[in-house]
C-alpha cells in the first residue's frame, strides 16, 4: 500500500504497474492510481484509472481493484496532471475511511 501511496501523494502523481488476480482475467495492468479506502463491504480497495493491460472490457475507466488481490506494484515515471473530473475525494457513495488519495 505504501509504494501506491506515495504515487498518489507525489506531485505530479505517478502512474503505477501492478499485478492483479482478483477477476477473471489476472494479469498486468497500468492505471492512475486515485485513492485507497474501504468500499462497502468494508473492502480495503484501489480505485484507479485504468489504462492499459489484461481486461475484460479494454476500456478506461474507473476500476476497483481488492488489495488483497494487487501485487507487483512498480511505480512508473510517467505522471498524470491530476484527478479525474468523476473522481470524489470523500469517497462518495461508494468509499470511506480513505487511506490515501489524490
Same mark, same amino acid.
Given at each position: %500500500?505504501?509504494?501506491?501511496? *506515495?504515487? #498518489? =501523494?507525489? +506531485? !505530479?502523481?505517478?502512474? #503505477?504497474?501492478?499485478?492483479?488476480?482478483?477477476?477473471? %482475467? !489476472?494479469?498486468?495492468?497500468? /492505471?492512475? !492510481?486515485?485513492?485507497?479506502?474501504? =468500499?462497502?463491504?468494508?473492502?480495503?480497495?484501489?480505485?484507479?484509472?485504468?489504462?492499459?493491460?489484461?481486461?475484460?472490457?479494454?476500456?478506461?475507466?474507473?476500476?476497483?481493484?481488492? %488489495?488483497?488481490?494487487?501485487? *507487483? /506494484?512498480? /511505480?512508473?515515471?510517467?505522471?498524470?496532471?491530476?484527478? +479525474?473530473?468523476?473522481?470524489? !475525494?470523500?469517497?462518495?457513495? /461508494?468509499?470511506? =475511511?480513505? *487511506?490515501?488519495?489524490?
Amino acid at each position: %500500500m505504501n509504494e501506491i501511496c *506515495q504515487a #498518489i =501523494n507525489a +506531485r !505530479p502523481p505517478h502512474l #503505477i504497474s501492478l499485478y492483479y488476480t482478483g477477476d477473471s %482475467m !489476472p494479469g498486468y495492468r497500468t /492505471v492512475e !492510481p486515485h485513492m485507497i479506502a474501504y =468500499n462497502q463491504k468494508e473492502v480495503l480497495c484501489l480505485s484507479a484509472w485504468f489504462l492499459s493491460g489484461a481486461s475484460k472490457s479494454g476500456t478506461q475507466g474507473f476500476k476497483e481493484y481488492k %488489495m488483497e488481490f494487487i501485487s *507487483q /506494484v512498480t /511505480v512508473l515515471e510517467e505522471t498524470f496532471p491530476g484527478p +479525474r473530473p468523476e473522481y470524489k !475525494p470523500d469517497g462518495g457513495k /461508494v468509499f470511506h =475511511n480513505v *487511506q490515501c488519495g489524490l
